[in-house]
């Protein structure tokens, strides 16, 4: 869940970053999935650092 939650958070904040910069269409798309992967990999490592802790 924590990787899900992260990557739709990533991806509205590229969204709203390719906004503020005046991007195109494409560059909202290319920004929202660019920030989706690279918070959805940060959720992934909590992810998995959570559940080493835990165990």
Do not use: E
Not at 3 to 23: E, H, S
Not at 37 to 43: C, K, N, R, T
């Amino acid at each position: 869940m924590i990787v899900l939650a992260m990557a739709l958070i990533g991806a509205v904040l590229g969204g709203l970053t390719a906004r503020k910069r005046n991007g195109t269409r494409a560059d909202i798309a290319q920004y929202a999935v660019g920030y989706a992967i690279a918070f959805g990999l940060a959720g992934m490592v909590a992810t998995l650092v959570i559940h080493r802790v835990m165990v």
